[in-house]
Structure formats: structure tokens, C-alpha cells
């Protein structure tokens, strides 16, 4: 008896204890969302989707050019980054010899790993610096590179998720390699997949460092690929370290902007997942 | 599914044709450098922008570093700096840079000492002083040499922190310049340049970081740009100068310690402002520069560059005193008109 309540005490214990770690997990991320939402709320009108910034210290204006460049280069860099890092995935399960897919596969894991501040140095030096010009372009290849291994590992695993029978089912009907890949394996994991890219392209969407030196940043609406753009997280970074109040409000603004599409993103993830084929 | 990804992919394709579209209309000229002028260099192209519609400048302020790093890169279009480039960056550089002034600017010392703010205006510090404080040999606010300086004023028995900047900046320069000018122990234990080996205190990001850290920290001492102290309600002290008196810093005494310096201006314009001569002038000033190239490889761009610095140093000019910079003398003005002239575009 005494050994039986000395277990159910500490099955109490231990279950308060993961209750509230799980609160202590969840802590971080509400009081984020509560303090962004009650100092950026108040700051957002319609000139803040609307207008162009204002000089140094003058109230108005707004962050329209950096709202519409972060979707651009989230574009871009989705362009180039999706195709490589699904085509990428489908190799890996599908085609690759064991030495050099744990080669890749290891390769991947470490480039996910790399701090995005050394990415975007590394987007400057074999970009920036020969073309002699901050561009949206080397802005895109820098956020690229950070997509790329989540979307090729995300691919991967949802692939190895499709049963054997369908591959082979496919194949005995005399349907061909490619088909096979491309219109039973690649759509069965189809969920999987989206769901690294939604995760890569949310994850890119907040990024700063590696746009700090190849977009560079622009008070004006974007000119071309090949000029500087602005993006959401720099113009929030440049703001929150002025001395004007204003701008520190609009930073707050802009920060709640970036979390409501970050997480519009997430939930658009989750819905398409939710709808398995 | 396949929808949704359509729809996405729509909207993404249509915004890179739109910003393909906007492409042909502006010519964008890029610059980056010092944070000292930022907030009167964005009113600048603010302003200008309305008046020649067919060009933008767009300027980031990455501190003076990096601005020299990136005009000598060729990444930018004009850098600008407050601490003139050494020869041996000027060699780096490839081709010819000229520095050219826009406007010039005052470094305050900034303390936050509650128990004197109510009784006085500014606190005053001698040059020694100063120094001695930034060497860390003077550590307490009531030692005898700075209450010499300021009689009446209960100094209370505190430690002073000292607070500098963390970065490579502009700010340090033209005030480390004026430290190894006054004192000999400082010229050489410490020595000046964008970032030097500081023997006390707690380093501050930007212009910013020093102004958060002294408000935040009683008994702290720090340095930062006339404006961010203002902006920031700080207090700042008075500097007695070369002739003996006690100058608060201000648009005036900034304009006499430029103008102290202007007969004696190289041609080249790399001087210091710091430890003028003129009686009311404030000891810490220093010039704020553009960096440009003398050969101007884009001609579309180049002609927009000469027209934009013409119209900084005259038209432009007015917008100085609101944001607390010392305009330029008109003396001055030509002479660096004469130099834009100099400007090739091919």
C-alpha cells in the first residue's frame, strides 16, 4: 500500500511537472503575441500599407514599398528554390546511391544549420561584390539557399511515406519511370511537401541578416531586379534602433504585420495538409 | 490544392512583371555610410526627390565602415563618412575619391546624474578632465577636479560609468580625435580611429545603443551626435575651449569652431574640426562627407550625382539648422562647388 501511493504521488508530480513545462513552452510565444499585437495595433492605419517612409524623425508614412518587396523576394526566392529543393527530395528517396545521398543528405543538414548572417555574406561575396551592385536578385539567391534544405529533407520523408505497393502497382502496369515519380509518388506526398514549403517560405519571410548586405534595403518603391528593394524585417530592424518615437512605433506595426503573415502562412500550411488525398 | 498554388504563384509572377514594369521609369542611385547625417541625408533625398522626378536616392546608414568599405567595392553609387579616409584606404580605393562636406556636426558628452540634473543647466568638464574620466583615472563624480569646474554643484559620491561605442564610427573618431589632441597619455596609450582599444567602460551599437545605455544607467558618462541627445531629453556638459571659456554645444558654437577651420581648409577637404581656435567655439565638431569617385563611369547617373551634391550644399543647406547640423560657410560652399566641377562624367 505504501509502495503504491509513493508511485501515485509521484505519477502526480510528474504529471504537474510536464503540464507545466508545456505552459512554460507555450509562455513565450503568447506574451510575443500579446506585447506585438498591444504596441503595434494602435500604430497601424491605412497610410501604413499605403505610403512610402518618411525622412528621419518626421511623423507618417508608412511601409508599403517594404511590404510589397518582401513578398517579391519571397517570390523569387520560392521560384528558383522549390523546383531545386523538391526535385532535390525526389532524387534522394528515389535515384541516389547510399554514399552519395548520405553525403547530400548530410550536406543539407548542415546547411540548414549555417547561421543565415553567413549565408547572406556569402550571397554578397559571389554576387554583390562582382556584379558591383546590391540587387533584389542576390536578395532572393541568399533566401534561397536557406529554403533549400528544408524543402529537400521535408520532400524526402514525405516520399519514403508512400508505400511501396503504389510504386510498384504503378510500375506493373507498364507506366513508365518518370510518370511514375512525377504522377503517383511526387502527388501521394504532395501534403508532406507543401507543408516544407509553407515552413521554408515562412521561415524566410522574417529573415534579416541575410538581406542586410545583397537587398539591401530601398526607401522607395522597388526598381528592377537588379536595384536594392526593401523588405519588412530590415526596415523594422532600422527602425527599432532609432531614437524616434515614431519610427519605433511603426517598427511594432510592422513587426505585428510580419507575424500576422507569418502566421497566415503557417495556418494555409496546416488547412492544405489537413486535406489528405 | 492545385488552385491555391496557382493563385500564389499568379499573384507572385504579376508582382515581379509590376516591379519589372516600375524598372523603366526611375534611375536609382545607391549610397550607404555614416549615421551621424542619416536623419538630415533622408530629409535631403525626401525633399529632393519632389525636385527631380526622374531620380532616387536611396541611402542606408550602415555606419562609416562600412561606407568607406562600400564605395571602395563599388557596390555603392556614394558613400559618406564622418572620419575621413586614411591615405592607405584612399590607395585601396583603385581611383580617385573625393570627400566632399555636407554639413558638420557636434559630438556632446552625456551623463545621467539625477542628483544634478534639478540644480544646473550642464554640468562643465575641462579638457583634462575628460580625458582623464575616459582613461578611467578619474572615477568618481565628486573628485576635486570636476567639482573645480563646477562650483555650487553637489556632486554626489558615485562611481561614473563610462559608456562608448561598440562599433566602427564616425562619432568615436571625431571624438577620440579630439581626446588625442588635448591630451598626451591618451594620443599615446590609446590613440584615435573608427574604433579604438578603450581602457574603461561598456560599449554601446550605434549612436542609439550609447544614448539607450546612458539613460538607463545612473553615474554613466557617454558620448553621442548633438541630436540623439536632444531627441532623447538628455543633459549634456559644456566643453571649456582653447580660449579658456565654456561652450555649450549648440548650432552656433558648431558653426564657429567650422569656421575657424575654413581659411586653413585643404584642398582635399580631410580635416578635423576638433579643438578650434575661435573663442566661442564648441572644442568636439567634425565635418560629415560624401564619397564619390572623380571618374563617373555612369554618365546617367553621374550627372545626377554632380546635379543632387550641387543643390546639397546650396538649396539644401536650409534644412541643416532644424535637425541641429552647423551649415556650411558660403566660403566654404564655393570652394567645394569648384571641386564638384572637378567630377568627371564620361
Same mark, same amino acid.
Request: hydrophobic fraction near 45%; aromatic fraction near 10%.
Given at each position: 500500500?505504501?509502495?503504491?501511493?509513493?508511485?501515485?504521488?509521484?505519477?502526480?508530480?510528474?504529471?504537474?511537472?510536464?503540464?507545466?513545462?508545456?505552459?512554460?513552452?507555450?509562455?513565450?510565444?503568447?506574451?510575443?503575441?500579446?506585447?506585438?499585437? @498591444?504596441?503595434?495595433?494602435?500604430?497601424?492605419?491605412?497610410?501604413?500599407?499605403?505610403?512610402?517612409?518618411?525622412?528621419?524623425?518626421?511623423?507618417?508614412?508608412?511601409?508599403?514599398?517594404?511590404?510589397?518587396?518582401?513578398?517579391?523576394?519571397?517570390?523569387?526566392?520560392?521560384?528558383?528554390?522549390?523546383?531545386?529543393?523538391?526535385?532535390?527530395?525526389?532524387?534522394?528517396?528515389?535515384?541516389?546511391?547510399?554514399?552519395?545521398?548520405?553525403?547530400?543528405?548530410?550536406?543539407?543538414?548542415?546547411?540548414?544549420?549555417?547561421?543565415?548572417?553567413?549565408?547572406?555574406?556569402?550571397?554578397? @561575396?559571389?554576387?554583390?561584390?562582382?556584379?558591383? @551592385?546590391?540587387?533584389?536578385?542576390?536578395?532572393?539567391?541568399?533566401?534561397?539557399?536557406?529554403?533549400?534544405?528544408?524543402?529537400?529533407?521535408?520532400?524526402?520523408?514525405?516520399?519514403?511515406?508512400?508505400?511501396?505497393?503504389?510504386?510498384?502497382?504503378?510500375?506493373? +502496369?507498364?507506366?513508365?519511370?518518370?510518370?511514375?515519380?512525377?504522377?503517383?509518388?511526387?502527388?501521394?506526398?504532395?501534403?508532406?511537401?507543401?507543408?516544407?514549403?509553407?515552413?521554408?517560405?515562412?521561415?524566410?519571410?522574417?529573415?534579416?541578416?541575410?538581406?542586410?548586405?545583397?537587398?539591401?534595403?530601398?526607401?522607395?518603391?522597388?526598381?528592377?531586379?537588379?536595384?536594392?528593394?526593401?523588405?519588412?524585417?530590415?526596415?523594422?530592424f532600422v527602425y527599432a534602433i532609432s531614437p524616434f518615437e515614431?519610427?519605433?512605433?511603426?517598427?511594432?506595426?510592422?513587426?505585428?504585420?510580419?507575424?500576422?503573415?507569418?502566421?497566415?502562412? @503557417?495556418?494555409?500550411?496546416? +488547412?492544405?495538409?489537413?486535406?489528405?488525398? | 490544392?492545385?488552385?491555391?498554388?496557382?493563385?500564389?504563384?499568379?499573384?507572385?509572377?504579376?508582382?515581379?512583371?509590376?516591379?519589372?514594369?516600375?524598372?523603366?521609369?526611375?534611375?536609382?542611385?545607391?549610397?550607404?555610410?555614416?549615421?551621424?547625417?542619416?536623419?538630415?541625408?533622408?530629409?535631403?533625398?525626401?525633399?529632393?526627390?519632389?525636385?527631380?522626378?526622374?531620380?532616387?536616392?536611396?541611402?542606408?546608414?550602415? $555606419?562609416?565602415?562600412?561606407?568607406?568599405?562600400?564605395?571602395?567595392?563599388?557596390?555603392?553609387?556614394?558613400?559618406?563618412?564622418?572620419?575621413?579616409?586614411?591615405?592607405? !584606404?584612399?590607395?585601396?580605393? $583603385?581611383?580617385?575619391?573625393?570627400?566632399?562636406?555636407?554639413?558638420?556636426?557636434?559630438?556632446?558628452?552625456?551623463?545621467?546624474?539625477?542628483?544634478?540634473?534639478?540644480?544646473?543647466?550642464?554640468?562643465?568638464?575641462?579638457?583634462?578632465?575628460?580625458?582623464?574620466?575616459?582613461?578611467?583615472?578619474?572615477? &568618481?563624480?565628486?573628485?576635486?577636479?570636476?567639482?573645480?569646474?563646477?562650483?555650487?554643484?553637489?556632486?554626489?559620491?558615485?562611481?561614473?560609468?563610462?559608456?562608448?561605442?561598440?562599433?566602427?564610427?564616425?562619432?568615436?573618431?571625431?571624438?577620440?580625435?579630439?581626446?588625442?589632441?588635448?591630451?598626451?597619455?591618451?594620443?599615446?596609450?590609446?590613440?584615435?580611429?573608427?574604433?579604438?582599444?578603450?581602457?574603461?567602460?561598456?560599449?554601446?551599437?550605434?549612436?542609439?545603443?550609447?544614448?539607450?545605455?546612458?539613460?538607463?544607467?545612473?553615474?554613466?558618462?557617454?558620448?553621442?551626435?548633438?541630436?540623439?541627445?536632444? &531627441?532623447?531629453?538628455?543633459?549634456?556638459?559644456?566643453? &571649456?575651449?582653447?580660449?579658456?571659456?565654456?561652450?555649450?554645444?549648440?548650432?552656433?558654437?558648431?558653426?564657429?569652431?567650422?569656421?575657424?577651420?575654413?581659411?586653413t581648409m585643404p584642398s582635399d577637404f580631410r580635416v578635423s574640426?576638433?579643438?578650434?581656435?575661435?573663442?566661442?567655439?564648441?572644442?568636439?565638431? $567634425?565635418?560629415?562627407?560624401?564619397?564619390?569617385?572623380?571618374?563617373?563611369?555612369?554618365?546617367?547617373?553621374?550627372? &545626377?550625382?554632380?546635379?543632387?551634391?550641387?543643390?546639397?550644399?546650396?538649396?539644401?543647406?536650409?534644412?541643416?539648422?532644424?535637425?541641429?547640423?552647423?551649415?556650411?560657410?558660403?566660403?566654404?560652399?564655393?570652394?567645394? !562647388?569648384?571641386?564638384?566641377?572637378?567630377?568627371?562624367?564620361?
Amino acid at each position: 500500500m505504501n509502495n503504491y501511493l509513493r508511485r501515485k504521488i509521484t505519477d502526480k508530480l510528474m504529471r504537474a511537472l510536464t503540464v507545466f513545462c508545456a505552459i512554460f513552452v507555450l509562455l513565450p510565444l503568447i506574451s510575443i503575441f500579446v506585447y506585438v499585437i @498591444s504596441k503595434g495595433i494602435t500604430s497601424i492605419n491605412i497610410d501604413f500599407f499605403t505610403q512610402l517612409p518618411k525622412p528621419a524623425g518626421e511623423p507618417g508614412g508608412g511601409m508599403a514599398n517594404a511590404i510589397i518587396g518582401s513578398l517579391i523576394l519571397t517570390g523569387m526566392a520560392s521560384l528558383w528554390a522549390i523546383p531545386a529543393g523538391v526535385l532535390g527530395g525526389v532524387y534522394l528517396s528515389e535515384f541516389s546511391t547510399n554514399k552519395l545521398g548520405t553525403l547530400i543528405r548530410f550536406s543539407a543538414d548542415v546547411l540548414s544549420g549555417v547561421p543565415s548572417i553567413v549565408i547572406g555574406i556569402f550571397a554578397y @561575396s559571389v554576387w554583390v561584390r562582382p556584379m558591383k @551592385s546590391f540587387s533584389a536578385l542576390s536578395g532572393a539567391f541568399a533566401l534561397g539557399i536557406i529554403m533549400i534544405p528544408t524543402i529537400m529533407r521535408t520532400t524526402e520523408e514525405a516520399i519514403r511515406m508512400v508505400p511501396h505497393d503504389l510504386r510498384e502497382a504503378s510500375l506493373a +502496369l507498364g507506366i513508365n519511370r518518370f510518370k511514375t515519380t512525377i504522377r503517383i509518388i511526387l502527388k501521394t506526398a504532395m501534403p508532406g511537401t507543401i507543408t516544407g514549403v509553407m515552413l521554408s517560405i515562412a521561415r524566410i519571410f522574417g529573415e534579416t541578416a541575410p538581406l542586410l548586405f545583397t537587398a539591401f534595403g530601398n526607401r522607395f518603391w522597388h526598381q528592377g531586379m537588379t536595384q536594392p528593394i526593401a523588405a519588412l524585417p530590415l526596415q523594422i530592424f532600422v527602425y527599432a534602433i532609432s531614437p524616434f518615437e515614431d519610427w519605433q512605433r511603426q517598427a511594432w506595426a510592422g513587426a505585428l504585420v510580419l507575424i500576422g503573415l507569418t502566421f497566415v502562412i @503557417s495556418l494555409t500550411s496546416r +488547412l492544405v495538409t489537413k486535406r489528405k488525398i | 490544392m492545385k488552385k491555391l498554388l496557382t493563385i500564389i504563384g499568379g499573384v507572385f509572377i504579376s508582382l515581379i512583371i509590376v516591379s519589372g514594369v516600375f524598372a523603366a521609369k526611375l534611375l536609382l542611385i545607391n549610397g550607404a555610410g555614416a549615421t551621424f547625417p542619416y536623419p538630415i541625408y533622408s530629409k535631403w533625398f525626401y525633399e529632393y526627390a519632389k525636385i527631380d522626378e526622374t531620380v532616387n536616392f536611396n541611402y542606408q546608414s550602415i $555606419g562609416s565602415g562600412g561606407g568607406i568599405r562600400q564605395i571602395s567595392e563599388k557596390t555603392v553609387d556614394f558613400g559618406a563618412t564622418d572620419g575621413p579616409m586614411t591615405d592607405e !584606404q584612399l590607395q585601396k580605393a $583603385g581611383a580617385e575619391i573625393f570627400h566632399l562636406p555636407m554639413v558638420a556636426g557636434a559630438v556632446v558628452l552625456t551623463y545621467n546624474l539625477q542628483e544634478v540634473s534639478n540644480s544646473r543647466s550642464s554640468l562643465r568638464f575641462s579638457p583634462d578632465v575628460v580625458a582623464d574620466i575616459f582613461l578611467g583615472k578619474i572615477k &568618481k563624480w565628486n573628485d576635486g577636479r570636476i567639482a573645480q569646474d563646477n562650483p555650487g554643484v553637489n556632486l554626489p559620491d558615485k562611481k561614473i560609468v563610462v559608456v562608448h561605442r561598440s562599433d566602427g564610427s564616425g562619432t568615436t573618431f571625431i571624438f577620440v580625435d579630439y581626446l588625442s589632441e588635448i591630451s598626451g597619455a591618451w594620443k599615446s596609450k590609446v590613440g584615435k580611429g573608427t574604433s579604438v582599444d578603450w581602457p574603461v567602460g561598456l560599449g554601446g551599437k550605434g549612436n542609439e545603443g550609447v544614448t539607450g545605455l546612458v539613460k538607463q544607467t545612473p553615474g554613466s558618462i557617454g558620448y553621442v551626435e548633438l541630436s540623439y541627445a536632444v &531627441k532623447n531629453k538628455l543633459p549634456y556638459g559644456d566643453i &571649456k575651449n582653447i580660449a579658456g571659456n565654456f561652450i555649450t554645444p549648440s548650432l552656433e558654437s558648431t558653426t564657429k569652431a567650422l569656421d575657424a577651420k575654413v581659411d586653413t581648409m585643404p584642398s582635399d577637404f580631410r580635416v578635423s574640426l576638433v579643438n578650434p581656435s575661435g573663442k566661442d567655439a564648441y572644442p568636439i565638431a $567634425g565635418l560629415t562627407w560624401i564619397l564619390v569617385y572623380k571618374k563617373q563611369n555612369d554618365k546617367a547617373k553621374g550627372e &545626377k550625382i554632380v546635379k543632387f551634391l550641387n543643390w546639397a550644399v546650396t538649396d539644401g543647406q536650409k534644412y541643416a539648422a532644424d535637425l541641429l547640423y552647423a551649415p556650411l560657410p558660403n566660403s566654404l560652399i564655393t570652394k567645394i !562647388q569648384n571641386k564638384i566641377s572637378e567630377i568627371q562624367v564620361k
